[in-house]
């Protein structure tokens, strides 16, 4: 970053902690963001042709409301003024209205909910998108900014879908109630419209002030409990049988009670806020039971008014008051709303828009097409930049070399692999490295899909052009000869992590490998649970195949299989050597003496074939003169007494001169 010292880490942004927004202009915005690009996007004809079609059945179930408002206050005048023929037909008429409303309103409900899953399924597919796109699933979980967008992809869509279409609906539906029963209303009462105006206006503003923000703040963090509660959960089932055999129940309970008890704690804050908006809500909506008869009761007991007449304008008035009580009515599920909203904004925010220009900054190492992996003055940080891995790093293989990276646990070999995966951004300097087609990686975990065991070996292809014949020879190479008939054939469907053993998946990854047929292979301790014989096999077939491997290992029986070996030291610095002589147990090359006394005598005889810098090419006079030497056991001892000391191999090709240490070597 622009201001760092040299040599420093680059000062990662703070992260900010996101706090809910009410129900204000933010969350109207947050909203439009997610809502829009369905009515704008691609499928806007159909998505406007569909609410236009609710609209239509909402406008016919609000006539046929008003029409059977109408009807029951003619039954109520007609069997107050005692006339049989008038009630019979006003029987008659609400029957017939009813034949009508009843197919009406099933079809809206039909059509509604039917919108809304045609939503989620749209929204879903632009989420699942930018979560692939790019490895930002990758990039979520490894930095930590959103807890749980699982749950936020699968239930929160959905939510918010759902609960879009309900309340866009609701609000259409009462304005058109409003303008319908007012007309009646205020040909019956100007007086029970203007009550209701200020009735409505007030209860309103009450509801979003004083319930307003701890409602929504709520709702937002016991989605986030519940989610963290179901995730416990999750890891208990998957991790099931390392917790078995260590015997690790007791913490895992607590660790599960301890998730647990947040959702019961933030819940219980919550039923309590809820209990005092129900109070609130009773009584906004119960005191208006009497207000209708209060105000209309003199007319009627005069005989101005009918008593059918006053039946009918309580129902307008209950009709109005429902419009115009919308937020009072359904503030409790519009604060869930809204606090979904939010989680699902955030998400979007990481994998939707475009990243922001800070985070570009912070992302400088570049990738380049090449035909082989090469690595230019690389410089690898954590994701966090609080740890420098690598510093200058320079290799270049040429066709035929692979190389072996070595080192203590938390050096960052695995943290090097990604970056040359192209997961790990954080750093400088450029990759250069084929396509990535034919670039496979194998971990020392394989991921197994849900599938048969075909698309298990075709994976991550779904289709192949190998026949069955040559799927079963693949399986014979990697050492898997009776799996087919274990399993049941190649459409067999098993769940494999349970069924295979680590050795055999790490197999069946060896077999992706051989159908996929790349140029490059990573493999991150990829044969960790094979014994020597089947490791051996499966390196060596690799090799047969001309493929360029990277890999981390720590048994000395792989060094045959690579050209070169680079040995990370730690906070930054570096060593690489060639593989013949390498010794694993303190991490440096053991040369015999023709080669060492030849690597001082020469330069330019002692180049490797691998660019790099790996520090000085001689060590002490002793060291020097007995690689000259090259034949006496007093020189040999010495050169190698000079290589130890400073941590030195022979100088490749583009490297510092020799004696010199170069940027990013292990100081001598």
Not at 43 to 52: E, I, P, S, V
Not at 73 to 98: P, Y
Not at 226 to 231: G, M, T
Request: hydrophobic share 45%.
């Amino acid at each position: 970053m622009p201001g760092d010292p040299p040599g420093a880490a680059p000062t990662a942004p703070k992260k900010r902690r996101r706090r809910p927004p009410g129900l204000s202009m933010a969350a109207w915005r947050q909203f439009m963001q997610l809502a829009k690009p369905y009515w704008l996007g691609d499928q806007k004809r159909a998505a406007w042709a569909m609410l236009a079609l609710l609209i239509v059945l909402m406008l016919c179930e609000t006539q046929l409301a008003v029409l059977l408002n109408n009807k029951t206050g003619e039954l109520t005048s007609a069997l107050a003024a005692q006339e049989h023929t008038r009630f019979w037909h006003a029987v008659r008429d609400t029957l017939v209205v009813l034949a009508f409303a009843i197919p009406v309103y099933a079809f809206y409900y039909y059509m509604r909910d039917a919108f809304s899953n045609q939503w989620r399924r749209w929204l879903t597919g632009r989420f699942l998108d930018g979560y692939l796109d790019g490895r930002k699933y990758y990039e979520i979980g490894s930095g930590g900014d959103i807890d749980n967008p699982d749950q936020r992809i699968s239930e929160d869509i959905n939510t918010f879908t759902g609960r879009s279409t309900h309340f866009l609906l609701m609000l259409v539906g009462s304005g058109m109630q409003l303008v319908a029963f007012c007309a009646v209303l205020w040909s019956l009462s100007k007086l029970l419209v203007a009550f209701l105006a200020v009735y409505a206006t007030v209860g309103t503003f009450l509801a979003l002030y004083v319930f307003g923000s701890p409602l929504i703040k709520l709702n937002f963090w016991q989605l986030r409990r519940e989610a963290d509660f179901r995730f416990g959960l999750m890891r208990l089932r998957e991790n099931a049988e390392s917790i078995a055999f260590y015997r690790g129940e007791p913490q895992e309970r607590a660790h599960i009670e301890q998730r647990f008890e947040a959702v019961y704690e933030n819940y219980g804050r919550l039923i309590k806020k809820q209990r005092s908006l129900n109070f609130f809500q009773r009584g906004f909506s119960q005191l208006t039971l009497v207000v209708p008869a209060v105000i209309l009761a003199e007319r009627v007991l005069s005989g101005e008014l009918e008593v059918g007449a006053a039946v009918q304008a309580a129902g307008a008035f209950a009709a109005v008051l429902t419009a115009v009580s919308l937020i009072v009515d359904n503030f409790e599920s519009l604060s869930r709303f809204v606090a979904g909203i939010d989680r699902l904004h955030a998400l979007s925010e990481l994998i939707i828009k475009k990243k922001s220009r800070a985070l570009r900054e912070q992302e400088k190492i570049r990738t380049a097409p090449a035909e082989q992996l090469a690595l230019r003055g690389l410089t690898l940080f954590t994701p966090q930049f609080d740890r420098m891995l690598v510093e200058n790093l320079e290799v270049a293989l040429k066709p035929g070399e692979s190389l072996l990276i070595t080192g203590v646990s938390g050096c960052g070999k695995s943290s090097l692999l990604r970056a040359i995966a192209g997961l790990w951004k954080t750093g400088s300097g450029t990759i250069e490295h084929p396509d990535p087609r034919d670039i496979f990686f194998l971990p020392q975990r394989p991921y197994l899909q849900q599938g048969s065991l075909r698309s298990q070996m075709i994976y991550p292809d779904t289709q192949t052009d190998l026949s069955d014949e040559a799927l079963t020879a693949i399986l014979q190479e990697v050492c898997l000869p009776e799996l087919l008939d274990r399993v049941g054939g190649l459409d067999a469907i098993q769940d494999w992590e349970k069924l295979l053993s680590m050795g055999e998946q790490q197999r069946l990854a060896f077999a992706r490998v051989l159908v996929r047929q790349p140029r490059m292979v990573i493999l991150d301790e990829a044969t960790s649970a094979l014994d020597g014989c089947n490791e051996n096999r499966l390196y060596e077939r690799l090799c047969r195949a001309g493929v360029t491997l990277v890999s981390i290992a720590h048994r000395p029986a792989v060094l045959k299989h690579h050209s070169h070996v680079l040995h990370l030291k730690g906070n930054g610095a570096w060593e690489l050597h060639p593989a013949d002589g390498f010794r694993f147990d303190d991490g440096v090359q053991v040369p015999d003496a023709t080669s060492l006394g030849a690597a001082v005598s020469s330069a330019e005889t002692a180049k490797t074939t691998v660019e790099t810098t790996a520090g000085t090419a001689g060590g002490t006079a002793g060291g020097a003169a007995g690689g000259t030497a090259g034949g006496t056991a007093g020189g040999a001892a010495g050169g190698t007494a000079g290589e130890k000391t400073n941590a030195a191999t022979s100088g490749p090709t583009g490297a510092a001169p020799a004696g010199a240490a170069a940027p990013g070597a292990a100081a001598s």
